[in-house]
């Protein structure tokens, strides 16, 4: 994802989108205006601060005005990652950690590849919370953390992984539709 253009062959499965498409909302919600987008998500200092110094990933932000915005999504055309190659290293790395097993490489040797491709200062152990903080800063503004958040029983700030305002709510035209249908807690 990061620096696209040069790395395609790390994307296993995208969402194309055209001109004839209209926009890749992944731009149209994180992209500066300066990049045809709205603005919507700002970059907070203290994320930014994950990123230690030489690691290329903690390069791509850009500032407008007072606020800075993620620069992974500034084209308006540019297609939608689904599924990426480092995401797999990811996921490899901490199902081998957590079983205790070394299927295809090591933990340690799965999490720094990721790291080396970022220039990024390679690893001499890993344990759970450092595969964690790697797929945060990796996967960043692809839609991943909650789903971690969730999966790993962690909180957002304060909020609790199985908060109802953490589930977004059925459409109430669904539910119209659909009279079976049960709207979620909370809402």
Do not use: C, H
């Amino acid at each position: 994802m990061f620096n696209d253009a040069t790395n395609d062959s790390e994307i296993i499965f995208k969402i194309i989108v055209t001109d004839q498409d209209g926009a890749n909302d992944m731009n149209t919600f994180y992209a500066s205006s300066l990049n045809q987008g709205r603005g919507d998500v700002r970059v907070q200092t203290k994320f930014r601060q994950l990123y230690a110094t030489g690691d290329t990933r903690g390069t791509f932000f850009n500032t407008a005005g007072q606020n800075t915005f993620t620069s992974k999504f500034n084209d308006q055309y540019g297609d939608v990652p689904v599924v990426r190659l480092a995401e797999m290293y990811l996921v490899r790395a901490e199902a081998n950690l957590r079983l205790g097993t070394t299927v295809g490489a090591t933990p340690l040797a799965d999490v720094n590849l990721i790291r080396s491709r970022a220039k990024a200062t390679p690893l001499t152990t890993v344990d759970l919370a450092a595969i964690l903080l790697e797929r945060r800063l990796e996967l960043a503004f692809e839609g991943q953390q909650l789903a971690d958040i969730k999966r790993t029983a962690g909180t957002v700030g304060t909020v609790a992984y199985n908060a109802n305002n953490l589930v977004l709510p059925i459409p109430q035209r669904e539910i119209d539709t659909n009279k079976k249908l049960v709207q979620n807690p909370g809402y």
